[in-house]
């Protein structure tokens, strides 16, 4: 657990935390994106196979490739990977807006952390295996590369998805 800093908030700490949140949406979308094209090319492929066996006769492999196309079918319309990917992509593009406000010379540190506050109150649920590949990569584009964390097998997996 980490201990609450001793000195003020400063615009630059706003600012990452405003990039780490953009960044985790950014790889969600990827994520979500890739995943939608996947699934779209199994259903295209399996129920390809499908069409040729039952025109060609075989059985045994009609019933594989139904159960194929039936299975990321089903899993096509309950995950909409394609919606979710839309959704980041929204929440992205609201997270940008704001680092466009941190210039500003009217803007405080409480009101960009309010701000902050009410766009990621309505998000859509995360996956928490990007959590550190979006860490390190905000750390990347900020020059603070002796920050970055180790990753999991896991969180290694969802990052070269992503």
């Not at 059985?59 to 995950?79: D, E, P, Q, R």
């Not at 929440?91 to 960009?112: G, P, W």
């Amino acid at each position: 657990m980490t201990e609450d800093a001793d000195y003020p908030r400063s615009l630059y700490e706003v600012r990452m935390d405003i990039c780490f949140k953009a960044k985790v949406h950014a790889l969600h979308e990827r994520l979500y994106a890739r995943l939608d094209k996947g699934v779209k090319a199994i259903e295209l492929i399996a129920s390809s196979g499908a069409f040729y066996a039952v025109t060609a006769g075989y059985t045994g492999t009609t019933k594989v490739c139904a159960l194929i196309v039936t299975t990321f079918v089903l899993l096509s319309l309950v995950y909409d990977f394609g919606g979710r990917a839309r959704e980041m992509r929204d929440m992205m593009r609201n997270y940008m807006q704001l680092l466009s406000e941190v210039d500003r010379e009217d803007i405080t540190v409480a009101s960009l952390d309010r701000n902050l506050a009410l766009i990621g109150r309505d998000g859509p649920t995360l996956i928490n295996g990007l959590a550190k590949p979006a860490y390190n990569q905000n750390l990347a584009t900020h020059g603070r590369y002796s920050y970055a964390l180790p990753l999991s097998r896991w969180e290694r997996l969802l990052q070269g998805i992503a």
